[in-house]
């Protein structure tokens, strides 16, 4: 498990967070997300959302815990989001599945020939994925859609066993510029970047890192972006069209 290690609020997340000893695949991995209580904050947060729910939610049973990552783990291309959504992700316990992010994010991976079918409502949907894992660099819904640059630190850890156990990784696509920088920050740990003066958050910015590692920036597919135009479907399909190419696997789509 995560070390428990005496460390000042707000001191940066350094070697010392890592696994004392490190998981060997990626089930091992979620499995010891799943069961992490490292941010009181959050995980109040989250128990709480999951006793009182929306009302158009009342019969659900809430998953409630920090949400383990999805996809096929011979990935070539990585998603990288912020966090789960209070009553999607939270609730439904996989990444991106039963919120209006979701419902614009898996058509554009279907079309783009990475998803088995265009909707995500459940853990239970049958959906796979193909060449394609999605992740987060905070693993529990926060308040407000905001978690404190704490337990971003506090999750760092998990994306850096994410990265490593992800063998045949090329591509990583960042939605939003939080988890732009949870990204960079990951490259430095690593001793990849010593400055991320050079690395700009934009929608479709391209960056190879050293290493080889390439970056695609995207707009967050959230309602706040997607109701307003900011992020336009075509706009969307052309950034995991692009991720295809670079990855190197076959360039048709459904």
Known sequence: ???????????PCNLELRMASPPSTLDELNARVIACERCSR???????????????????????RPVPSFGDPRARVLVLGLAPGAHGSNRTGRPFTGDGSGDF????LYEAGFASQPLAVSRDDQMKLTGLWITAVVRC???????????QRNCAPWLDEELRLLKNLRVVVCLGRIAFDGLLAWAKREGHLTSRSDYRFAHGAEYTLPGGLIVIAS???????????????PM??????RARHLAGMDSSTR
């Open 236 to 241: 969307f399909l052309a950034v995991f069209k």
């Open 105 to 108: 994010l898996y058509p554009v």
């Open 141 to 151: 819904a926060p308040p407000g859609n905001k978690p404190t640059p704490e337990e």
């Open 42 to 64: 959050l995980r109040a947060h989250c128990v709480q959302v999951a006793s009182v729910r929306r009302r158009a939610y009342a019969d659900w049973e809430y998953w409630g």
């Open 219 to 233: 707009y967050h597919p959230s309602l706040q972006n997607t109701n307003t135009g900011k992020l336009t479907r």
């Open 1 to 11: 498990m995560l070390s428990n290690a005496a460390r000042t609020p707000g001191e």
